[in-house]
């Protein structure tokens, strides 16, 4: 398995910006595919951002498209997440995933991903 660590949270006014890292240990970090999730207090875990093992393919959940956007860089073992203009519904805990297989396609779905980090906390104010 991976070990993911997230960081980068914090709290932001509406219209601000934040830039969360996950960082991953293991030379095989850069075989997997990874994802961005969210969870809200009182709500389901939900899908926010993915991106392809090789870094060449993204997806993104409708409510965050053309703010959010999800990079990586093998070299550093790092995935990032930049939010832009932020709204107060954004506010959650936001984890770092990646998929329980090397070389396997990106996914939106939760039980496809094998690892996660411990979770970083974004809080938007309005």
């Known amino acids: 398995q991976v070990q993911l660590v997230e960081s980068g949270g914090g709290l932001v006014q509406a219209g601000g910006s934040l830039r969360l890292s996950c960082a991953g240990s293991?030379?095989?970090?850069?075989?997997?595919?990874m994802g961005w999730f969210r969870q809200a207090p009182g709500k389901e875990r939900d899908f926010v951002a993915a991106?392809?093992?090789?870094?060449?393919?993204?997806e993104y959940a409708d409510s965050v498209k053309g703010r959010f956007t999800i990079s990586r860089d093998s070299a550093k073992g790092t995935v990032y997440l930049q939010m832009n203009s932020l709204k107060p519904e954004d506010t959650a805990v936001y984890y770092c995933?990646?998929?329980?297989?090397?070389?396997?396609?990106?996914?939106?779905?939760?039980?496809?991903?094998?690892?996660w980090g411990q979770g970083t906390q974004v809080t938007v104010s309005s």
């Open positions: 991106i392809s093992w090789s870094g060449g393919s993204t």
């Open positions: 995933a990646a998929r329980g297989t090397a070389f396997a396609q990106m996914s939106r779905t939760r039980s496809d991903f094998g690892s």
């Open positions: 293991g030379r095989t970090f850069r075989t997997y595919a």
